[in-house]
Nanobody, 115 residues
């Protein structure tokens, strides 16, 4: 079992920045595929960014060049640095850990981009 806890969400004006964190309950990054997803009101949950156990990353087209996914293995924490935020980035952001048939989700953190 893996517990994931997100933090770092909040209200930010357009053009601003936020850094989200996802703390895992144990050391999993060497064997789990990690990702950030988001869900806006009335919308389906969508992929934002992923980082594989080997460190390779992947981004949704909507966030390429603005968001950066990273992790700190020593702290069992994954991050999402979000720059140049837009109103359409407003959503609940979730972290996910996946391995084989196992998939774990955090509780989500709200990001609101508004002036």
């Amino acid at each position: 079992q893996v517990q994931l806890v997100e933090s770092g969400g909040g209200l930010v004006p357009p053009g601003g920045s936020l850094r989200l964190s996802c703390a895992a309950s144990r050391s999993i990054f060497s064997s789990y595929y990690m990702g950030w997803y988001r869900q806006a009101p009335g919308q389906q949950r969508e992929l934002v960014a992923t980082i594989a156990s080997g460190g390779s990353t992947n981004y949704a087209d909507a966030v390429k060049g603005r968001f950066t996914i990273s992790r700190d293995n020593a702290k069992n924490t994954m991050y999402l640095q979000m720059n140049s935020l837009k109103a359409e980035d407003t959503a609940v952001y979730y972290c996910n850990a996946a391995k084989g048939f196992s998939s774990y989700w955090g509780q989500g953190t709200q990001v609101t981009v508004s002036s």
